[in-house]
T-cell receptor, first 115, second 109 residues
């Protein structure tokens, strides 16, 4: 089973709202990722967690706040977003962060619209 | 800098064969991945190459030449459902994926 789940599938929020995206995997993977993808562009890496610790933050604005409560869950807390933050937010997981051949498996994504 | 090039768009006929090329220049190399992505959906893993040569998986094959910084994805017996974007991604020396912009493949009946 290579399933990564994400909720919600769609989210519409105003610029003053606070919301959270959730991601879950039960494959025993120890690395989890958040990507942002705009239409017709490849995914852009935002954050990487390895063994529940933040390993990589790709200079993402503080209005995006990741959290890894345990090895199966990854959240992305959103606050005071801008309309240009509207995108598909993808969660992915892999066995290890620096395992060489470790494939990243993606969840179905959350389509976020900021009004 | 790091760079991955692949054609923006390709068109092929149902039942035919198509080859999608990818060239790369990255700081380090820990493997090359191909993903398929249907519009509005998540990328789905297709193949991984780290050694030179051809990896075959059903209708899909992927080839790698590290000395040339070159890979291709070969799709045989094309079906309409193969209409999608195909993303080439290289894992660099920091084990981060560097993504190409993707090739949109259009299949015509």
């Amino acid at each position: 089973d290579t399933e990564v789940t994400q909720t919600p599938k769609h989210l519409v929020m105003g610029m003053t709202n606070k919301k959270s995206l959730k991601c879950e995997q039960h494959m025993g993977h120890r690395a989890m990722y958040w990507y942002k993808q705009k239409a017709k562009k490849p995914p852009e890496l935002m954050f990487v967690y390895s063994y529940e610790k933040l390993s990589i933050n790709e200079s993402v604005p503080s209005r995006f706040s990741p959290e890894c409560p345990n090895s199966s869950l990854l959240n992305l807390h959103l606050h005071a977003l801008q309309p240009e933050d509207s995108a598909l937010y993808l969660c992915a997981s892999s066995q290890e962060l620096a395992g060489g051949a470790d494939t990243q498996y993606f969840g179905p994504g959350t389509r976020l619209t900021v009004l | 800098g790091q760079n991955i090039d692949q054609p923006t768009e390709m068109t092929a006929t149902e039942g035919a064969i198509v080859q999608i090329n990818c060239t790369y220049q990255t700081s380090g190399f820990n493997g090359l991945f191909w993903y398929q992505q249907h519009a509005g959906e998540a990328p789905t893993f297709l193949s991984y190459n780290v050694l030179d040569g051809l990896e075959e998986k059903g209708r899909f094959s992927s080839f790698l030449s590290r000395s040339k910084g070159y890979s291709y994805l070969l799709l045989k017996e094309l079906q309409m459902k193969d209409s999608a974007s195909y993303l080439c991604a290289v894992m660099d020396s920091n084990y981060q994926l560097i993504w190409g912009a993707g090739t949109k493949l259009i299949i015509k009946p």
